[in-house]
């Protein structure tokens, strides 16, 4: 997966952007997780818009990621192990953990997000 070597790499934008179009075409991806089925079309919604420009989300993710650096840094290390031992439930909630930490809940917008930061 592109979005582990790039937090490999120290990449966390690319990474994250990478994680980002996962989530926009993960239809046949993701059949197995049934227990989530109720909410994917909400999570591919959210992932659409805040996706829809990487470059616009940079801002965001790099001032999310300086002000939660020690809540930002052990999901990516955890998702640098995690992937390639094959623990992809633990890989997912890592990822999931690491976009709510930069990008907020499905649902929330910019503002809300920043004032999280202070």
Known sequence: MQAVTDFKNKQIVDGIVQVGWI???FDKDFHDCTGMTA???RIKNW???EFKDPKA???QVMDAFLHKYDQVF???N????DFPAGKYHDTGDRVGDLLIAVLGTVGMSQEQVAATLI
């Open 74 to 76: 052990p999901d990516i």
């Open 39 to 41: 909410d994917w079309a």
């Open 23 to 25: 989530l926009t075409g």
């Open 47 to 49: 992932a659409a818009v």
């Open 78 to 81: 955890a998702i640098i192990a």
């Open 57 to 59: 989300i940079e801002a």
